[in-house]
């Protein structure tokens, strides 16, 4: 290997390490098997206390990986935190998974895409506890197939307004 090739070569896998070096506090996916997803399959996330952050403005996100066998556009969540208190706030929310022309969003190849969706943003935590959300679909499929897992991200906000 040449000299400047060896660079490119360096630069490259510095990037990628950079860009991996996340403000992560928690990151965690439920698989599914089969890629179907069943009514009764809550999906429970507990953050530990350690990972937490107090009185500094966190986002939170929800991590979808779906196959090209998924029905629809949307999806619907049922959702329930524990971030203001130690009782759950429940929370429905919809997500457009593609467009109208069935173009994925997110990142993907093949036949595997992955999206990330904003759940909530500016969350200040205000104990040292661990912290739980629980997750249903609210789809009438059952089971909902051509999803593969869902995920938890909790990272440090980078805007706070």
Same mark, same amino acid.
């Given at each position: 290997?040449?000299?400047?090739?060896?660079?490119? =070569?360096?630069?490259?896998?510095?990037?990628?390490?950079?860009?991996?070096?996340?403000?992560?506090?928690?990151?965690?996916?439920? &698989?599914?098997?089969?890629?179907?997803?069943?009514?009764?399959?809550?999906?429970?996330?507990?953050?530990?206390? $350690? !990972? =937490?952050?107090?009185?500094?403005?966190?986002?939170?996100?929800?991590?979808?990986?779906?196959?090209?066998?998924?029905?629809?556009?949307?999806?619907?969540?049922?959702? &329930?935190?524990?971030?203001?208190?130690?009782?759950?706030?429940?929370?429905?929310? &919809?997500?457009?998974?593609?467009?109208?022309?069935?173009?994925?969003?997110?990142?993907?190849?093949?036949?595997?895409?992955?999206?990330?969706?904003?759940?909530?943003?500016?969350?200040?935590?205000?104990?040292?506890?661990?912290?739980?959300?629980?997750? =249903?679909?609210?789809?009438?499929?059952?089971?909902? $197939?051509?999803?593969?897992? =869902?995920?938890?991200?909790?990272?440090?906000? !980078?805007?706070?307004?």
């Amino acid at each position: 290997m040449n000299r400047n090739s060896f660079y490119i =070569v360096s630069a490259v896998v510095l990037l990628f390490f950079y860009s991996c070096q996340g403000d992560e506090i928690y990151y965690n996916f439920e &698989q599914f098997t089969k890629s179907e997803w069943s009514r009764n399959d809550t999906l429970y996330f507990e953050i530990d206390s $350690t !990972s =937490v952050i107090i009185g500094k403005p966190l986002d939170c996100n929800i991590e979808i990986v779906n196959t090209s066998d998924y029905p629809y556009r949307n999806i619907w969540l049922y959702i &329930q935190d524990d971030f203001s208190d130690s009782i759950y706030t429940h929370y429905e929310k &919809q997500y457009e998974l593609c467009d109208e022309y069935g173009k994925w969003y997110g990142s993907g190849f093949g036949s595997v895409y992955q999206l990330s969706l904003n759940y909530k943003r500016n969350i200040i935590l205000k104990e040292k506890r661990n912290y739980k959300i629980k997750m =249903v679909h609210g789809m009438r499929d059952e089971p909902l $197939t051509g999803i593969d897992k =869902v995920g938890i991200k909790l990272y440090e906000s !980078s805007t706070a307004d």
